[in-house]
């Protein structure tokens, strides 16, 4: 079946340490997303990419990193500089890139807790 | 920019109607509902695109109006199921091409039996 897979779904993180988070499509989708969702919050854009090997700020990019090497994959890095990591962070994709009108599809998402 | 949407929360008896409405203070080129449960993935449910008034199918429907920027989302006859937190997102359209998707805070929608 074609999806978004993101990994793991619950993650905890100590101070001071990175965590990668894993992001895979097999929709054959040129566009992808990081976005973090707070309790009660909308969802805002970390990172997106439209294109393997660039990408582009969101609204609240500082404290992450991402890298786009294959199209299928857009891993998402949590760094010890993201004072406030405790959230649940999804991945999405489209078809094309955004501003085009395009469905956006998510994955099942992946909860970050510092402990 | 992000959009608006009204109300913030409403609890529904199984069967009532509801209407969810996200508004922007720009141009619209998009309007994107979504439904998500607690802990689960944002669900698409329709989008609707500048020039396209109304989508959706009998119980579930939507409508986009350009001149004020704005759409409103309709759920008629609601089921238990429709219990979740409805997201609008919306791109806006300006001279040097259209903007990034923005999501609103979400409606909390709760059904009782």
């Known amino acids: 079946d074609g999806g978004i897979t993101q990994s793991p779904k619950y993650l905890f993180r100590k101070e001071g340490q990175n965590v990668t988070l894993s992001c895979e499509q097999n929709?054959?989708?040129?566009?992808m997303y990081w976005y973090r969702q707070d309790p009660g919050q909308g969802l805002r854009l970390i990172y997106y990419?439209?294109?393997?090997?660039?990408?582009q700020k969101g609204d609240i990019a500082e404290g992450y990193s991402v890298s786009r090497e294959k199209k299928e994959s857009f891993p998402l890095t949590v760094t010890s500089a993201q004072k406030n990591p405790t959230a649940f962070y999804l991945c999405?994709?489209?078809?094309?890139?955004?501003?085009?009108?395009?469905?956006?599809?998510f994955g099942e998402g992946s909860w970050l807790t510092v402990v | 920019q992000q959009p608006v949407q009204s109300p913030q929360a409403v609890i529904l008896r199984e069967g009532e109607d509801a209407v969810i409405n996200c508004s922007s203070s720009?141009?619209?080129?998009?309007v994107h509902w979504y439904r998500q449960k607690h802990g689960e993935a944002p669900v698409f449910l329709m989008i609707?695109?500048?020039?396209?008034e109304q989508k959706g199918h009998e119980k579930i429907s939507a409508s986009f109006n350009e001149k004020k920027q704005q759409s409103s989302l309709y759920l008629t006859a609601s089921q238990l199921s429709y219990s979740g937190t409805y997201f609008c997102?919306?791109?806006?359209?300006?001279?040097?091409?259209?903007?990034?998707?923005?999501f609103g805070t979400g409606t909390r929608l709760t059904i009782i039996p």
């Open positions: 999405a994709s489209s078809i094309y890139g955004q501003g085009s009108g395009n469905t956006i599809y």
């Open positions: 929709l054959n989708h040129d566009a």
């Open positions: 990419s439209q294109i393997v090997n660039d990408f």
């Open positions: 720009k141009a619209l080129y998009s």
């Open positions: 609707l695109l500048k020039g396209g």
């Open positions: 997102g919306t791109e806006i359209s300006t001279n040097f091409g259209n903007e990034k998707l923005t």
